[in-house]
């Protein structure tokens, strides 16, 4: 099963990608500042939370997504991320999935016990263009952790990742357009060649969504946010969730779903056969 885990809900904006958030639109459809960070008190200790029966609500074996609505590194949560560290210390038996623009904070930021990593953590860095890879992924090479991936998202210019893939250091790359308001087109010349170079390294790799703007064969396509991942898939740039020893175990996205075109485990339609 995978879940989201929003300790805390706000960011700032952070570098070119950011200008048209996702989260920001979402916060001023319900007349809120998606500026305005806050801890969420609901769920802040959601990896922890039992059920009547005793049980944890986050079962053993899930894939918890950290921060969607905000950033990890974010400089106005240090002081709600250490509770965080111990919680995910606390859950060996679940991964937790975190992505950061933030990349010169992260060392800095780990807890002192961190040594070499943790088994459950994967750290996914998000970068939207070439130049903020080449800014960030030589960081995310030399940090402590043993799972690593990569989010071009969303993908605003052609971007190469064949050096930093070529280090045998990153397990999986995602690409998504930009959705929402956001119109900044996605051309499908830019995720074949990041499809192919994650072919050429046996990586995984996953076209998440066309986001609105599509550009294929000199056309634009329009598309609804409901058939973005739908496209994704026709597409066929998925290179197959082949998973060697070590990696981190992330969920095939669900092609057969109605009620969630990108699969986040649900027990609705019952056709990905995922336990």
């Known amino acids: 099963m995978n879940d989201i885990w929003n300790p805390w809900h706000g960011c700032k904006k952070y570098s070119e990608g950011c200008e048209n958030c996702y989260m920001y639109y979402l916060d001023s459809q319900r007349d809120k500042d998606g500026s305005d960070i806050y801890k969420v008190k609901t769920n802040f200790n959601l990896p922890l939370k039992k059920s009547r029966n005793g049980e944890y609500k986050i079962q053993s074996g899930s894939v918890l997504r950290v921060c969607m609505t905000s950033d990890f590194f974010l400089t106005e949560a240090d002081e709600w991320r250490k509770e965080v560290w111990e919680m995910i210390k606390l859950r060996p038996d679940i991964t937790f999935w975190l992505q950061t623009k933030r990349a010169e904070r992260v060392l800095d930021n780990l807890p002192s016990w961190w040594g070499d990593g943790l088994e459950n953590v994967i750290m996914v860095f998000t970068t939207e263009n070439q130049k903020r890879a080449d800014e960030r992924l030589p960081i995310l090479l030399d940090l402590?952790?043993?799972?690593?991936?990569?989010?071009?998202?969303?993908?605003?210019?052609?971007?190469?990742?064949?050096?930093?893939?070529?280090?045998?250091?990153?397990?999986?790359?995602?690409?998504?357009g930009e959705n929402y308001e956001g119109n900044r087109p996605l051309y499908f010349d830019w995720v074949k060649k990041i499809y192919d170079e994650c072919v050429k390294y046996n990586i995984k790799f996953d076209f998440c969504g066309t986001g609105n703007v599509f550009i294929k064969d000199g056309k634009t396509y329009n598309i609804p946010k409901?058939?973005?991942?739908?496209?994704?898939?026709?597409?066929?740039?998925?290179?197959?969730?082949?998973?060697?020893?070590?990696?981190?175990?992330?969920?095939?996205?669900?092609?057969?779903?109605?009620?969630?075109?990108?699969?986040?485990?649900?027990?609705?339609?019952?056709?990905?056969?995922?336990?």
């Not at 969303?154 to 690409?175: A, C």
Request: charged share 30%; with cysteine.
């Open 144 to 176: 402590p952790f043993k799972h690593k991936g990569i989010m071009c998202a969303p993908m605003i210019s052609e971007i190469t990742l064949d050096q930093y893939l070529s280090t045998g250091k990153f397990e999986i790359v995602l690409v998504d």
């Open 226 to 275: 409901a058939y973005q991942r739908v496209m994704a898939l026709k597409s066929e740039l998925q290179n197959p969730l082949i998973y060697k020893e070590k990696d981190i175990k992330i969920q095939p996205r669900c092609k057969t779903c109605k009620r969630r075109f990108s699969c986040n485990g649900c027990k609705w339609c019952r056709k990905c056969n995922w336990k």
